[in-house]
């Protein structure tokens, strides 16, 4: 057991906030991986360490710290707007970090669903045969995403989102807790959904 804690390989962690704690709880519980730290921007450092992980510095630091470690996560949150998720992913990217897909043991992903590179799956959520979830993206707390629905990248579906059967989601999107898509219907790129939201018919560019 101690042989197999030593060789797991170490991964740091893009933002420190309420986001980043949720996550490293499903990394904790997923076990493939071993926190190295967190990496902040400058003016967000105030603590030495989250959750007794070590704060191992700035964004200006990564090209530093891809010399010793080579797996990363953007675990910033994202409501609203998508923009510093695809900054810091893109920033990882460009220095050849890995980017792994993370899904919490307590979370259902079918066999037959495809998830892009750099997104979690959180405590909970159920993701559906014949879905496709993009790259960097939150698929939050008991999120529902049935069969053969599309996800763009970046997107955000919050706790508690029902993404129906064959929806297709444009990336960027945020789709809020408790918020649900009717089967078969499309959103345009950087569709917010507020909290508890129905949505019943197409969102077509404006």
Not at 5 to 16: C, D, P, T
Not at 76 to 81: E, L, R
Not at 169 to 183: P, R, T, V, Y
Request: net charge positive.
């Amino acid at each position: 057991m101690g042989f197999e804690a030593v060789s797991k390989e170490k991964i740091i962690l893009l933002g420190g906030g309420g986001h980043c704690r949720s996550c490293i709880d499903v990394i904790e519980q997923e076990g493939r991986y071993r926190i190295a730290g967190i990496v902040e921007r400058c003016d967000a450092i105030r603590n030495n360490q989250v959750l007794g992980y070590p704060v191992l510095g700035s964004d200006d630091d990564l090209s530093v710290l891809r010399k010793q470690y080579s797996f990363a996560l953007v675990t910033v949150g994202q409501i609203k707007s998508p923009v510093l998720r695809i900054k810091l992913y893109k920033r990882l990217l460009a220095l050849d970090f890995a980017l792994p897909v993370i899904v919490s043991p307590k979370a259902y992903v079918s066999r037959y669903a495809e998830i892009g590179r750099g997104t979690i799956v959180m405590h909970h959520a159920l993701v559906n045969a014949g879905a496709k979830i993009g790259q960097n993206c939150i698929v939050n707390t008991k999120a529902l995403v049935e069969h053969d629905a599309v996800i763009g990248e970046n997107c955000h579906i919050a706790p508690g989102a029902v993404i129906s059967g064959g929806v297709r989601i444009g990336k960027g999107s945020f789709l809020g807790a408790n918020s649900m898509c009717k089967e078969n219907i499309a959103l345009d790129e950087e569709t917010i959904v507020g909290g508890g939201g129905i949505v019943l018919q197409t969102i077509r560019p404006k």
